[in-house]
């Protein structure tokens, strides 16, 4: 990799929040170079084969954890997995004293994705390692906006002046935080959209425009990126029912037709088809979903290695030659 001069302004991947526009930079530059490695025929180097990463999830992960397992894989990592469900948490085990055992197996790496909203930083305090936040609750998923940005930066170029349009649960999504604070330091406008029980009351003062009406925010953006309902987050009912929220708020090619210009479409997925988006936009030419999911294991790839770079710093105290 020709980015071993360069290193992040943090030891842990906590959330986008903290990050600098150098930092975006350096991982963008270096997802793109193991992009070109994960399309080879032989799609592995041994960059971090003396590295051992934790991937600890204590809530469900289709992507994330695929996504992250594979990144580590194609490092030459060894790797380690962990879900709650079958674990001695069950027996109600702390998170510190999980993560300590895990550690003193000589783990170097957590990639803990949690409920609770900040368990990624609570963790970066009592342990000795390097953590990554996969998700934490509705807090942050740092992960997924880079892979967010990462792919609209190839669709799109210069997101600078870029109009980006997040639809749906605001309220209870990490991805939109995250996306926010990323899209923002990359110079993107930002505007929010969902029925107004989604959408967090102060949520102006990060500096994002509110559109309650889903036909108006549509006309203004160049991009939107469609948002799951999360019920499994939501105590009480916020709105009537599905079906209110997808004739309000659900994205269809009606409403594509209507427009003067072609947009361009995201989902982090999972997908509730027929709700928020609709199959046919889901799997449409304009639909960049999959790329999203591609981008993921390159740009995982290249936040590991750029840690793991400065943790092998810290052991070596030295500059770190992968
Ligand atoms: N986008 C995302 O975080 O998906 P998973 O919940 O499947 O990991």
Request: net charge neutral; aromatic share 6%.
């Amino acid at each position: 990799m020709s980015q071993d001069s360069k290193v992040l302004s943090v030891d842990h991947l906590l959330g986008i929040k903290g990050l600098l526009q150098e930092d975006l930079h350096l991982i963008f530059e270096t997802a793109k170079e193991f992009k070109q490695v994960i399309n080879r025929p032989i799609k592995k180097v041994p960059t971090l084969r003396d590295i051992t990463i934790g991937n600890l999830f204590f809530e469900n992960s289709t992507r994330t954890k695929l996504s992250f397992e594979l990144a580590e894989k194609r490092l030459s990592a060894d790797v380690i997995n962990f879900s709650a469900g079958s674990s001695s948490v069950k027996k109600g085990e702390t998170l510190i004293d999980t993560v300590n055992n895990i550690l003193a197996m000589k783990v170097d790496i957590i990639v803990m994705r949690h409920p609770n909203p900040g368990a990624a930083l609570f963790l970066s305090k009592k342990v000795d390692s390097c953590i990554v936040n996969a998700g934490d609750g509705t807090h942050e998923h740092p992960t997924q906006a880079l892979l967010d940005s990462y792919s609209l930066m190839e669709q799109l170029g210069d997101l600078k002046g870029k109009k980006i349009l997040i639809t749906g649960d605001i309220k209870h999504s990490r991805v939109a935080l995250s996306n926010i604070h990323c899209l923002q330091l990359l110079g993107a406008k930002v505007k929010v959209c969902g029925p107004p029980t989604l959408i967090p009351k102060n949520i102006e003062s990060l500096g994002v425009e509110v559109e309650f009406d889903f036909k108006k925010a549509l006309a203004w953006c160049d991009v939107v990126n469609m948002l799951r309902i999360q019920l499994e987050r939501q105590t009480n009912p916020l709105f009537p029912s599905l079906r209110d929220y997808q004739m309000q708020y659900g994205l269809t090619m009606n409403h594509l037709n209507d427009l003067n210009k072609k947009i361009t479409i995201m989902h982090p997925g999972p997908i509730n088809r027929g709700v928020e988006i609709s199959s046919e936009i889901a799997d449409s030419d304009q639909s960049i979903i999959l790329d999203q999911v591609e981008n993921g294991v390159a740009v995982r790839m290249a936040v590991l290695y750029l840690l793991a770079g400065k943790l092998k710093n810290k052991y070596n105290g030295d500059e770190a030659h992968f």
